[in-house]
């Protein structure tokens, strides 16, 4: 069974920041801005990843847990 500490405006937060952070990544990399990019890239991943299976690794360490019971 899947753990899931991510959920409701949390999880729809971290979505919305994940589109953020792409389109971010996207117009630094086209100015050439190879750092920023990839920094931004990657967050846009992370948190997609976390809004998608409703888990974060940190929420987890530190025991928060943002779904509805």
Known sequence: MALKN?????RTLRA???VALAVVA?????KGRRRRGTLAAIGA???????VTCF???NAALGI????E
Do not use: K, S
Request: proline share 0%; glycine share 18%; hydrophobic share 50%.
């Open 26 to 30: 996207i117009g630094a990399l086209r």
């Open 45 to 51: 991943v992370g948190l997609a990843i976390n809004a």
């Open 65 to 68: 847990d943002t779904t509805e």
């Open 56 to 58: 974060c690794g940190l």
């Open 6 to 10: 991510v959920g409701g405006r949390d």
């Open 16 to 18: 919305i920041l994940a």
